[in-house]
């Protein structure tokens, strides 16, 4: 159950932290259902075995993407980041300084519409 990996009681978690964490909980079991299936079809001598890994692990990597997007949606500090390195082009290293450097997506610090913040990594959401 996600409740386990709580820090805090449940009851003082606000709305948005509780789903945010239902959300993270989930896309790990996720991840760590892809690469279980994706060792448990490398290290089969069965074909059609091998193939229901394969097919099972690509499912997987569905809903891991579905999580992702729902993070995407619903925080925007997860969105400023997407939205600064998928589908970046470069080393992601020197995606992350160009946008320190207030490149494509601002720099850090900055909030939806350049305003600044505490220092926390989160470029404009409003498209240029």
Known sequence: MS???LHVERARLSDEA?????AITS???????VDWYRQRADDT???????VLLHNMREEMEHAAMLIEWLRRKNA???GHI?????????LTEVEDAAERGGRNGGR??????????GLTIGPLAKP
Request: hydrophobic share 25%.
């Open 27 to 33: 896309l790990k079991e996720e991840l760590d259902a």
């Open 3 to 5: 409740s386990e990996d």
């Open 83 to 91: 939205k600064t390195y998928l589908y970046s082009e470069g080393p």
């Open 109 to 118: 610090g900055s909030k939806p519409g350049g305003a600044r913040d505490d």
């Open 77 to 79: 500090d997860f969105a």
């Open 45 to 51: 001598e069965d074909a059609d075995l091998r193939g």
């Open 18 to 22: 509780r789903l945010l964490h239902y």
